[in-house]
């Protein structure tokens, strides 16, 4: 049988959802809780792999088990053998033809800016902080030259393995909410470090030091060279991955919000 869950994590303690030889990840404290439920190993296939430090309100990842159990002890079963900054807040039995990466249509992400005269203690895994004004406006005029099927090679990092660079940003948008600035992104895929970086070239334009001129250029020249500096990953969510309706997975997803 497959199953597809569901996964909300904080990433702050953990050197991404991929799991390595040489540090704690996601994928290894989930495959090790779910295997201690199956009494046999598990391996996990996610819709994105996230950075060390990036958190999730909806990863979505899928495994196969000969197992019987029922969703709920699946679900209640692994969460008690799961750190407090990982849960499994769903999990369903899907179809052979299911995949958690190669099955979803779209992705959403967003990128939390504090922008105040100090950093905060209690936020200071949860947000990005930028001491500067910053001019959320200009920002997100300047994202909306982003939208369509584009090569996004000016933000793509170097240790980027996909064969291509095209992708189809469908929303993104900057908006304030006092001292917090909210970046929303959702696109068909996403490059490595694709988020961060065209937060990092958009906070370049808040703080005033480029324009809407050299957005474009920069853009355009398809130069990760000519962009700025990667965005730090603290501020980074996973909100959703979107799949066809004929899965039937369920759709329900927080967003983060910081007070």
Not at 196 to 225: T, Y
Request: charged share 20%; hydrophobic share 40%.
């Amino acid at each position: 049988m497959k199953y597809a869950l569901g996964v909300e994590y904080s990433g702050t303690a953990y050197c991404g959802w991929q799991r390595q030889p040489h540090c704690e990840s996601i994928q290894q404290n989930l495959e090790t809780a779910l295997g201690f439920v199956a009494d046999h190993p598990v391996d996990l296939v996610c819709a994105g792999r996230t950075d060390a430090g990036v958190h999730a309100f909806g990863q979505v990842a899928h495994f196969e088990s000969s197992a019987e159990r029922s969703q709920r002890a699946w679900l209640l079963g692994a969460n008690c053998r799961l750190p407090r900054d990982i849960r499994l807040q769903w999990v369903t039995p899907v179809t052979d033809d299911f995949h958690a990466r190669f099955s979803a249509t779209a992705r959403a992400y967003r990128y939390i800016i504090l922008n105040a005269e100090v950093p905060s203690a209690i936020f200071q895994d949860r947000a990005s902080w930028e001491f500067r004004p910053l001019d959320h406006e200009a920002m997100h005029e300047c994202a909306q030259m982003l939208v369509g099927e584009h090569d996004f090679s000016s933000f793509r990092a170097v240790g980027c393995q996909a064969k291509s660079a095209h992708r189809d940003l469908q929303e993104i948008s900057v908006v304030r909410e006092n001292q917090l600035l909210y970046l929303d992104i959702k696109a068909n895929a996403f490059l490595y470090h694709m988020v961060r970086n065209i937060a990092g070239s958009l906070i370049a334009v808040g703080k005033g030091e480029q324009d809407q001129a050299w957005f474009r250029q920069m853009f355009e020249a398809r130069d990760r060279n000519l962009a700025d500096v990667t965005a730090p990953a603290a501020g980074l969510y996973l909100l959703k991955v979107w799949y066809e309706p004929r899965f039937k997975l369920p759709t329900a997803t927080r967003k983060p919000v910081l007070f």
